[in-house]
T-cell receptor, first 117, second 113 residues
Framework: DAGVIQSPRHEVTEMGQEVTLRCKPISGHNSLFWYRQTMMRGLELLIYFNNNVPIDDSGMPEDRFSAKMPNASFSTLKIQPSEPRDSAVYFC???????????????FGPGTRLLVL | AQSVTQPDIHITVSEGASLELRCNYSYGATPYLFWYVQSPGQGLQLLLKYFSGDTLVQGIKGFEAEFKRSQSSFNLRKPSVHWSDAAEYFCAVGNNAGNMLTFGGGTRLMVKP
């Protein structure tokens, strides 16, 4: 089975440009998460979707960041305009929620390494 | 608010030696606890998880972890480390549904031949 797929794997852009990161969750999963990993702040949850609906976006840094999930098999994280401090590895993860409250296992994609010059 | 502390940023062990990685958490209710491993340039892979029941949890690759409520700890152990275990290890605590994860800062493990 294919795992979580993220594209691109690497992105280099200039400050001020728009950046779009893409994620395809595992088929059948109904929860999707976007994380950011930096040396300074570690792994942070940015936003969480359940059944394509954003449930918690309290981790989104500011209005320059937006995320969408138009259907169960695709999500995007957009940064506009990008800044050098956005340089990080962005991970997407998916899980299957609703297993009788037994908790979920999140499966992570390989990440997108973003460098904003 | 939930939080996780991994006191050791780096640990070096010899191949074949035993390993213990420390994790302390803060959470108001019964926690959902996870250990993930990240190899260089890769995503995170789940090693094991604790939701309830037996406090000693077995995971993949020969790892185990013990939940100690009195110490708010969930330490990861392996009796004999292999060179392929060199990676970064993350402990995480989840909310009551186990989905909103808060990660610790990670422990980078190096294995000496």
């Amino acid at each position: 089975d294919a795992g979580v797929i993220q594209s691109p794997r690497h992105e280099v852009t200039e400050m001020g440009q728009e950046v779009t990161l893409r994620c395809k969750p595992i088929s059948g999963h109904n929860s999707l998460f976007w994380y950011r990993q930096t040396m300074m702040r570690g792994l942070e949850l940015l936003i969480y979707f359940n059944n394509n609906v954003p449930i918690d976006d309290s981790g989104m840094p500011e209005d320059r960041f937006s995320a969408k999930m138009p259907n169960a098999s695709f999500s995007t994280l957009k940064i506009q305009p990008s800044e050098p401090r956005d340089s990080a590895v962005y991970f997407c993860a998916s899980s299957l929620r609703g297993q009788g409250g037994l908790g979920e296992t999140q499966y992570f994609g390989p990440g997108t390494r973003l460098l904003v010059l | 608010a939930q939080s996780v502390t991994q006191p050791d940023i780096h640990i070096t062990v010899s191949e074949g030696a035993s390993l213990e990685l420390r994790c302390n958490y803060s959470y108001g209710a019964t926690p959902y606890l996870f250990w993930y491993v990240q190899s260089p340039g890769q995503g995170l892979q789940l090693l094991l998880k604790y939701f309830s029941g037996d406090t000693l949890v077995q995971g993949i690759k020969g790892f185990e972890a013990e939940f100690k409520r009195s110490q708010s700890s969930f330490n990861l152990r392996k009796p004999s480390v292999h060179w392929s275990d060199a990676a970064e290890y993350f402990c995480a605590v989840g909310n009551n549904a186990g989905n909103m994860l808060t990660f610790g800062g990670g422990t980078r493990l190096m294995v000496k031949p």
